[in-house]
């Protein structure tokens, strides 16, 4: 069900390296270098959805059940930002603090979309260095998410295959990261933090807009769910 995008690069018609699929709430789209995706509908009470096999069926369930606990750890994310603020300021501010996570809350919107991603580094032959911080073999290169509410928060839940059987020398597995700089900015040292299995990282509020990211490749194959609101 995953397949590669055809996408434009600095005006080149390219296949991209990962594949992959949307699945979201029936009729969204998500566009990101000049390619629109149409998403595969997760099940929603108001429409009468139906899928080709009961494996999609689950598979799109699952996703929706997913997508709904990464938005309450959203805004507990987010609530735990603004308590970790309060221990560090004083009571007028609390109260700001407090008044504006309230109304973050009443206008966050739930994410409607997740894109899922496949990278497999064994058929990925041509990847690139990262050029800055010399942090590895670039899967995804340094980018803003597109096609996003303005100042919306991503979820992105991380899984890797680590069967022994894959590699026949373990001192030979290399970890998964993400990278994480300041836009435009290659000046201030950026963060490499390495992704395990079932690892969740968020990128909450403006952080987005603020930073930009890319994704370090290991040496097993990677499926992520990026859970995010797109326009």
């Known amino acids: 069900c995953l397949f590669q ?6 005006g080149k018609d390219l296949l991209t390296p990962v594949s ?4 979201g709430q029936p009729g969204c789209t998500y566009r990101y270098l000049n390619t629109r995706l149409f998403a595969v509908p997760w099940p929603d009470a108001k429409y009468n959805i139906t899928y080709s096999t009961e494996e999609i069926a689950d598979a799109c369930k699952a996703f929706y059940e997913l997508n709904a606990f990464l938005y309450e750890q959203t805004k507990l994310k987010l609530l735990q930002c603004v308590t ?25 919107e739930s994410y409607n979309v997740t894109l899922i991603n496949y990278m497999n580094p064994h058929s990925m032959f041509y990847l690139k260095e990262e050029p800055y911080f010399g942090m590895g073999k670039l899967a995804v290169s340094w980018h803003h998410d ?24 373990k001192k030979s597995i290399s970890d998964w990261h993400v990278g994480l700089k300041i836009a435009w900015d290659i000046e201030t040292p950026g963060l490499a933090l390495p992704l395990n299995p079932g690892d969740t990282y ?22 992520s769910s990026t859970h995010r609101v797109a326009e």
């Open 202 to 223: 968020f990128m909450l509020g403006d952080l987005n807009k603020t930073h930009q990211h890319c994704v370090i490749a290991g040496s097993q194959p990677r499926f």
């Open 84 to 108: 970790n603020a309060q221990c560090s300021s004083g009571l007028p501010q609390q109260i700001s603090l407090e008044n504006d996570y309230k109304t973050n809350q009443d206008d966050l």
């Open 5 to 10: 995008d055809l996408v434009q690069l600095k």
């Open 20 to 23: 992959r699929i949307l699945i």
């Open 146 to 169: 597109e096609n996003l509410l303005e100042e919306s928060s991503v979820a992105v839940y991380s899984y890797q295959d680590c069967a022994d059987e894959i590699f026949e020398d």
